[in-house]
């Protein structure tokens, strides 16, 4: 029996455009004329160099990447740069700046410790992780040898909307993108280095993304294992040893149809329209349903709320799936509802949830 694909709300592995799978579902057995699956073949041979620098040169132009900066496809997912992030920037007695704004940044600071020394500058762990510090109210140490944020925190549902400059002498700004990589324009030139797992937006997990400006490469710790050292992957052009194949080739796909819906500028606009329809309608609830998070910082990719009778979450979360709308439990860490929409989940998605919801309401309230 044929089954219905489902609107998956998932914080990642997320869903993936049916364009793109329609596409790697056709090419899987042979990928064009090369008598092979790309898992098949060798990652030195002509027709996987030329998947993975084509991969590279659409991520370069849909995301304007400098020519000054590399770009490495890496394995480990983002929590293994939480540890090559401080190995390659800093040595161990040097200081460093972290802003916590939720589970993840505050997870890529107590990894830092172990490899230099971290400071948090500023934490909104008091007012559960529902803010992003204001750019002026950032207090930097001079000396610090980079700032790292959490650019949209998956969990909690808070997502920069603008970024703080770095006052430390190399203007050094780091970001776990993970969750909002590739879902609206981003001045790549602000950054030292941006790193995200690809699960969320751009691919299957296993494909870890690291965008580094090159005089941040060669300076990595004695001790940095060679798979954490961004000069050995950036000389090897991902090629020093056998890179996730697949998930490059997956990723190569995705960023194709990124270009082909006219690039993040499109993608953007589209990602707007969705939050703001869940957001308005969970506002316009009467308190049936909230969403903690600050309105000005509100993420366009996750989005977490709450039932005001919290018995019915269950409940709700069970119709929902009976309608095929899954996986929209929120994080174990902080209960209720989490409904994650990146940029493959189609608009069709949100309204449905959206009517979904008013239902509900109206038969609960
Ligand atoms: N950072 C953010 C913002 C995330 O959302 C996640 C995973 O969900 C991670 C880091 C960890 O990523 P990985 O599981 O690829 O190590």
Request: glycine share 8%; hydrophobic share 35%.
């Amino acid at each position: 029996q044929a089954q219905e694909r489902v609107f998956n709300f998932a914080a990642g592995p997320a869903t993936l455009p049916e364009t793109v799978l329609l596409r790697a579902q056709s090419e899987l057995y042979l990928w064009r004329g090369s008598g092979m699956s790309v898992m098949e073949m060798s990652h030195r041979g002509k027709d996987f160099t030329s998947i993975i620098e084509k991969a590279e040169s659409d991520l370069r132009t849909l995301l304007q990447i400098p020519p000054e900066y590399s770009v490495l496809f890496l394995q480990g997912g983002a929590t293994t740069q939480f540890a090559a992030v401080p190995l390659n920037l800093c040595a161990p007695e040097e200081p460093v700046d972290y802003v916590v704004t939720g589970s993840w940044s505050d997870k890529a600071f107590k990894e830092a410790q172990k490899y230099c020394k971290p400071s948090v500058i500023w934490s909104g762990k008091s007012e559960k992780y529902t803010k992003i510090p204001s750019l002026q109210g950032l207090e930097q140490n001079p000396d610090a040898k980079y700032l790292h944020i959490c650019s949209n925190e998956t969990i909690h549902g808070v997502e920069y909307k603008d970024y703080p400059t770095p006052t430390n002498p190399n203007g050094v700004l780091v970001a776990d993108m993970s969750s909002n990589f590739c879902s609206k324009p981003v001045d790549v030139s602000k950054f030292g280095v941006i790193y995200a797992g690809a699960q969320k937006n751009v691919g299957p997990s296993g494909v870890t993304i690291v965008i580094i400006r090159n005089d941040l490469i060669g300076h990595a710790q004695g001790l940095t294992p060679v798979m954490l050292d961004y000069k050995i992957h950036a000389e090897n052009r991902s090629l020093y040893n056998t890179p996730p194949c697949y998930g490059i080739y997956m990723c190569g796909l995705v960023f194709e149809d990124l270009l082909e819906q006219g690039g993040l500028g499109e993608v953007e606009k589209n990602n707007v329209k969705k939050a703001e329809i869940l957001y308005n309608a969970i506002d316009a609830s009467n308190g049936f349903y909230k969403c903690p998070v600050e309105k000005s910082v509100r993420s366009l990719m996750n989005v977490p709320f709450t039932l005001e009778k919290s018995e019915l979450e269950g409940e709700f979360i069970k119709e929902a799936a009976k309608e095929n709308m899954v996986q929209l439990k929120g994080h174990r860490s902080v209960g209720g509802m989490r409904a994650s929409i990146y940029n493959a989940m189609p608009l069709p998605g949100v309204q449905k949830l959206v009517a979904f919801m008013k239902d509900f309401q109206a038969r609960h309230a």
